[in-house]
Each structure stands twice: as C-alpha cells, then as structure tokens.
C-alpha cells in the first residue's frame, strides 16, 4: 500500500493521459486530507530530472481547484 500522496507523484511521474485521469480522481476523494508539501517534496527534482515541464503547472491546478470540475 501506498499513501495518496505517493500514488499521485508516481502517477504524475508517469504522465500518461491515464495517470491523469487517475490523479483527477484521487484529487476529488482526496482533497482535504492530500498534503501538498509531500508532493512537491518528492515530485519536483523527479520532473527536474525528466526535464517534464507540463506536468507541475497540471497538477498545481488539479490540487487548487480539487479535481477537474473544481470540487472542494
């Protein structure tokens, strides 16, 4: 098992429009009890890493508007 935190910086990693769809998911059950610094911790110097410059704006705006729809 993995905490939604772990779940949502491998999926974003990952960056497929499947992960995607999966973070919006977890982002909209999830949303107040996520921790974002966590997140950022362990998923920012993977995307530096990767040279992924999409996926930080993507997922800041998932995480602030809770999910897709902007449920909170």
Not at 5 to 10: A, G, H, Q, Y
């Given at each position: 098992?993995?905490?939604a935190?772990?779940?949502?910086?491998?999926?974003?990693?990952?960056?497929?429009e499947?992960?995607?769809?999966?973070?919006?998911?977890?982002?909209?059950?999830?949303?107040?009890?996520?921790?974002?610094?966590?997140?950022?911790?362990?998923?920012?110097?993977?995307?530096?890493?990767?040279?992924?410059?999409?996926?930080?704006?993507?997922?800041?705006?998932?995480?602030?508007?809770?999910?897709?729809?902007?449920?909170?």
């Amino acid at each position: 098992m993995c905490s939604a935190e772990d779940l949502i910086v491998f999926k974003a990693f990952a960056g497929r429009e499947r992960d995607w769809l999966d973070i919006e998911s977890i982002v909209l059950r999830q949303v107040e009890v996520l921790d974002p610094d966590t997140i950022w911790r362990e998923l920012t110097p993977l995307l530096e890493l990767k040279g992924d410059a999409e996926a930080e704006p993507r997922l800041r705006r998932l995480l602030t508007q809770g999910g897709p729809t902007g449920h909170q």
